[in-house]
């Protein structure tokens, strides 16, 4: 079975700096897509960034980007010129191939973003 | 904005009831998945429907249980509610099982007493 890890629970950041988030996966699949979801306070889920597993190349939007590290199984995403707005949880989450809608998260890392 | 509309925002419910959460999707999106997330915890795989029919089921008993109707709209039905029940509902839809863009709804909170 798919699993999706993230060791940290909570992390802070200061306003403008850099900051990065764990997220480690186990799959013997050779085919799927990885994702990083925002859940602000108001708990809709919003896709970050999106890496399928068949590209070499690291997905990156705007201020948000991965490192895929597919022989490892991790999948950390950094988040540059951090703002007040990106103070959430994060999930990452995992999904076989794209005809399976069904996506494993884990447990989530919030994130504080200090003035 | 998703185009994915839940009701209700909250409710409280008494162990042993029922309870009727509701989602309605954009127009198109005949895949719907829910979702159950518990406090501090990531989201957890239900079931998902597509055009009507189940279509793929997490690890939950059959008391959990959904419809999905041709105007988009679907429902998660839960019977004989448990206090651990309590959580937030998230519903997501997407256009197709091909497509890999999925929208999320803002959730239905349900606290079961």
């Known amino acids: 079975a798919q699993t999706v890890t993230q060791s940290q629970p909570e992390m802070s950041v200061q306003e403008a700096e850099t900051v990065t988030l764990s997220c480690t996966y186990d799959t013997s699949e050779s085919d799927y897509y990885l994702f990083w979801y925002k859940q602000p306070p108001s708990r809709q889920m919003i896709l970050v960034i999106r890496?399928?597993?068949?590209?070499?190349q690291n997905a990156t939007e705007n201020r948000f980007s991965v490192n895929f590290q597919k022989a490892a199984k991790s999948f950390s995403l950094k988040i540059s010129d951090s703002q007040l707005g990106d103070a959430a949880m994060y999930f990452c989450a995992y999904r076989k191939s794209n005809r399976d809608d069904k996506i494993i998260f884990g447990k989530g890392t919030r994130l504080h973003i200090l003035p | 904005e998703t185009g994915v509309t839940q009701s209700p925002t909250h409710l409280i419910k008494t162990r042993g009831q029922q309870v009727t959460l509701r989602c309605s999707s954009q127009?198109?999106?005949?895949?719907v998945s829910w979702y159950q997330q518990a406090l501090g915890q990531g989201p957890q795989f239900i079931f998902q429907y597509y055009r009507e029919e189940e279509n793929g089921r997490g690890n939950f008993p059959p008391r959990f249980s959904g419809l999905q109707f041709p105007n988009y709209s679907s429902e998660l039905n839960v019977n004989a509610l448990e206090l651990d029940d309590s959580a937030l509902y998230l519903c997501a839809s997407s256009p197709g099982r091909s497509v890999n863009t999925i929208y999320f709804g803002e959730g239905s909170w349900l606290t079961v007493v």
């Open positions: 890496q399928e597993a068949y590209k070499q």
């Open positions: 127009s198109g999106h005949n895949t």
